[in-house]
């Protein structure tokens, strides 16, 4: 009986039913494509952490680089001979500089895989090579003698009008030199599972092998490979030392900000910095461990700086970071504001539904349907009514979603606060001297996924929309009473 009165009463008030369906469907939709894309731009902001801490990285531990000494400027210095009689002798000179933070005693990341909540800890050198190669010409002395006559003045100590020749003049000659910089990673060849290179593919040839911990051997990155016209077999020629190239890595999410990966041993020498790391890469037992984890390293290692990736997240800007806390703020606090709308304006209009029917009611309790029946059949058309806009709810709020994700609107990520003073501090990224700009900035394709948690929340507030508008149309059904009827026949 309920079910085909139910029914009967819908199939009358098709309009006003689908009035109080769209309502809902747009509060709906808007709290499914808030979310949708919310959950994208996590996703994005992972993706630039991913690509700096490498995946399974917890946490980074580096120190703060201190100020140069006096009478160093912490700047690469190079110097070149202008001297030679060849003017076609080609003068090259390689700049080997740490970078991303002070180096740290290979030791420290022993004591760090010790401290409890630590599952395993790997050490990494960040370098930056300046490459400065050309050659100097020398200029040439022309005299340009002849007589001056009385055009004007002469040199130094000549009068006016008088004769003589010009001293010589030094033409032509100059410098032609080019600079190249690019970073350069030491990775723990033991354990490649965790660190920068974690988060990257090898995409032609092959990885480091256990047994290659001093080989002169090299990963070098896609990007710079490409631009370097670098390939597997060949050769790369670093500050004197000729590494081969074993593989190309892909990174698997964004830019990678290291050009080229070395055994940790051969970084070192390169830098003249044995037995030395700038970053401890770090993973966690438990990543509900993480800010404890943090905690011990801290006090029982000191002048260390954990970074975390809340912490680096908290240092990424740009559109990304902007979108984000539109998305964040604005975004939910419209969403929230315009469910609110609709549950009032669905209560509102089931109220407004139920003073038309005083007839309807009145007659249905004259004939013997207690107060509490009247409610249940209004709070059923209402609930009826929450599940139609949910569903047209979720058609939009998918459609929405599927646009964004179809139209992938480019965002950029620019991770500030890099360097060795408590900044980032933490991956390769890290800021230090010849860390270019463009490193730390990203682009990143925005989509807007759809999780089963966002449409279980869809189809909770249809439901719990049809309960508010038919509660409220509900009460005002219960106390109606028969002579109400009569009246309005009268």
Do not use: C, H
Request: no cysteine; proline share 3%.
């Amino acid at each position: 009986m309920f079910g085909i009165y139910l029914k009967r009463e819908l199939g009358r008030r098709k309009k006003a039913a689908l009035v109080i369906a769209l309502g809902l469907a747009l509060g709906i939709a808007l709290v499914i494509t808030v979310n949708s894309v919310s959950a994208g731009m996590t996703q994005a902001q992972d993706k630039v952490l991913k690509s700096l801490y490498g995946l399974g990285t917890d946490m980074t531990v580096t120190k703060a680089r201190s100020a140069p000494t006096s009478g160093s400027s912490g700047r690469p210095n190079f110097r070149f001979d202008a001297s030679s009689d060849d003017s076609d002798e080609k003068q090259s000179s390689d700049r080997v500089m740490t970078q991303g933070g002070q180096a740290l005693a290979s030791s420290v990341v022993t004591k760090v895989a010790a401290q409890k909540g630590v599952a395993s800890a790997v050490g990494a050198l960040t370098l930056n090579v300046t490459k400065v190669d050309g050659s100097f010409t020398q200029g040439k002395a022309q005299s340009s003698g002849g007589n001056t006559g009385n055009s004007g003045q002469g040199g130094p100590g000549g009068g006016s009008g008088g004769t003589g020749t010009a001293a010589p003049q030094v033409q032509g000659g100059g410098a032609d030199f080019d600079v190249n910089s690019y970073s350069v990673t030491g990775v723990d060849v033991s354990d490649q599972t965790l660190g920068p290179l974690a988060g990257s593919k090898i995409t032609s040839g092959k990885t480091f092998t256990a047994a290659q911990t001093n080989a002169k051997v090299a990963v070098v990155g896609k990007s710079y490979a490409k631009e370097n016209s670098l390939k597997v077999g060949g050769t790369l020629k670093i500050s004197g030392t000729t590494y081969t190239i074993i593989g190309i890595a892909t990174p698997d999410s964004s830019e990678s900000t290291t050009d080229v990966y070395l055994p940790l041993k051969q970084a070192q020498t390169l830098a003249d910095a044995k037995n030395q790391v700038t970053t401890v890469y770090v993973k966690a037992t438990d990543s509900q461990q993480i800010d404890s984890v943090k905690a011990a390293i801290q006090k029982n290692i000191s002048g260390t700086t954990v970074t975390t990736s809340a912490d680096l997240a908290e240092t990424v800007s740009g559109s990304l970071s902007t979108a984000s806390d539109l998305a964040t703020s604005v975004g939910k606090w419209l969403s929230v504001a315009v469910l609110v709308a609709a549950f009032l304006v669905a209560a509102l209009l089931t109220s407004s539904a139920v003073s038309r029917r005083v007839r309807e009611f009145g007659t249905l309790k004259a004939l013997g349907w207690p107060s509490r029946r009247v409610t249940r059949q209004v709070v059923g058309e209402s609930i009826v009514n929450g599940l139609l806009g949910g569903a047209l709810g979720i058609a939009l709020g998918l459609a929405a979603a599927y646009t964004v994700t179809a139209i992938s609107p480019k965002l950029t990520a620019q991770l500030g606060g890099t360097g060795g003073a408590g900044g980032m501090g933490g991956g390769p990224g890290g800021g230090g001297p010849g860390q270019q700009s463009a490193q730390n900035t990203m682009e990143i394709a925005l989509s807007a996924p759809v999780s089963t948690t966002t449409i279980a929340l869809a189809v909770g507030l249809a439901v719990t929309g049809g309960l508010i508008a038919g509660a409220m149309g509900g009460w005002r059904a219960s106390r109606m009473r028969p002579a109400d009827a009569l009246r309005s026949v009268s």
